[in-house]
């Protein structure tokens, strides 16, 4: 029996305010990621099934939809999502979700609606595992199995760079990257992998 607890703390006091709790249900298997949206409001789950599920913190219910590639115009392959994060509160984006998948799809989605928003395309065979959204909702970083984290401007939806090992002078990754965050500094980015 696999279980989801998905908890929220408020204060130093550590109290509980919500718990969601799933189980018994085989879809509800290896849940990846988890992300609750700006408002704490709702929380999102990216699952090995290939799909994203969001619930309503505040009753434990499961919106009414399920967030899967077919939605978005990709094929139906059920390669996991890996990787999800909301869009900083305020602005046009407000309740946009973004998911990464092991397909190399990065897909918005209006988290409340279930609407596919708009996909981007990574070059096939390019796994992604990691994703990230600077504070101000203009960039967003992708990294994955070929070792490159992918830079995209929001507005565009286009690529703008590609960090990548160039030898001794340009460190980089050479291996998967399993992690990237934006800090407060505009001009830094943090990554992880097996390297």
């Known amino acids: 029996n696999e279980k989801l ?43 090995a099934d290939g799909s994203a599920r969001v619930f309503n913190v505040n009753t434990g219910n499961m919106l009414p939809f399920s967030l899967t590639p077919s939605l978005a115009g990709l094929e139906e392959k059920k390669m996991p999502v890996s990787c999800l994060r909301w869009f900083p509160q305020g602005g046009k984006n407000t309740n946009i979700l973004v998911t990464t998948s092991i397909d190399g799809s990065i897909c918005h989605w209006n988290g409340i ?27 967003i970083a992708a990294g994955g199995k070929d070792h490159i984290i992918r830079l995209y401007d929001e507005n565009t939806k286009d690529m703008i760079s590609e960090l990548k090992s160039g030898g001794q002078n340009f460190p980089g990754h050479d291996n998967r990257i399993f992690s990237v965050k934006f800090t407060d500094n505009p001009d830094i980015l943090i990554s992880g992998g097996w390297d």
């Open 5 to 47: 607890n998905v908890e929220y703390f408020e204060g130093s006091r550590k109290k509980l305010l919500h718990k969601i709790s799933i189980q018994g249900d085989p879809k509800f298997k290896e849940i990846l990621c988890v992300r609750f949206d700006p408002t704490d409001k709702y929380c999102a789950a990216a699952f």
């Open 113 to 139: 609606s279930g609407k596919s928003l708009h996909t981007i395309r990574i070059p096939k065979g390019v796994d992604l595992f990691s994703l990230d959204i600077n504070r101000s909702g203009q960039l």
